[in-house]
């Protein structure tokens, strides 16, 4: 995509690629397109990916098989990719935890300028949603962060932890 922009929902099974992209039609509007690898979760007829792409008219473009630059995003997935190994060593963040950094990456990369080479208009999120997005609750810690918190809606001991991004959907209304 020409934005840079970038999201991630981890799933436990291949088959959840329709729940997944249900998720992003909600969060971020439904795609004008999409570029998909072709995998048979992807392209099937039945599942519930093609079901959301249908109903929701979105144009979908099948990329060749092993021609790995076909699709617009896989600059940006190696992007990603890039920026979570480096801040898994220079963290030393365990890999079991490779779904929370590749998200944090992905939130930090869309709310962030990444290009330094170009001069764009807006940031990724921007780009895609219109809206200045608020990136205040990505200053006070970085990933694997040591933080201290309170168990039992603050009312426990103090512990020492870990940051592992910013929670979504808690304490305000869906």
Not at 2 to 19: E, L, N, V, W
Not at 73 to 83: L, S
Not at 156 to 169: C, T
């Amino acid at each position: 995509n020409g934005a840079y922009f970038a999201t991630f929902y981890p799933m436990s099974h291949k088959s959840k690629a329709g729940d997944a992209l249900k998720t992003f039609c909600k969060e971020f509007g439904v795609p004008d397109e999409l570029w998909v690898d072709g995998s048979k979760e992807q392209t099937k007829s039945g599942t519930t990916f093609m079901k959301v792409v249908r109903d929701e008219n979105i144009t979908m473009h099948i990329a060749e098989p092993g021609m790995k630059n076909q699709s617009p995003a896989e600059g940006v997935v190696r992007e990603v990719r890039k920026r979570w190994y480096r801040v898994m060593f220079q963290k030393k963040v365990p890999k079991r935890l490779w779904d929370y950094g590749m998200q944090w990456v992905c939130e930090t990369m869309s709310r962030t300028y990444v290009r330094s080479h170009r001069i764009d208009p807006a940031v990724p999120l921007q780009a895609v949603t219109g809206e200045t997005p608020d990136i205040s609750e990505y200053l006070d810690f970085g990933f694997y962060d040591r933080v201290w918190y309170h168990d039992n809606a603050g009312l426990g001991e103090k512990k020492l932890g870990r940051w592992l991004g910013v929670a979504k959907h808690v304490g305000t209304q869906c």
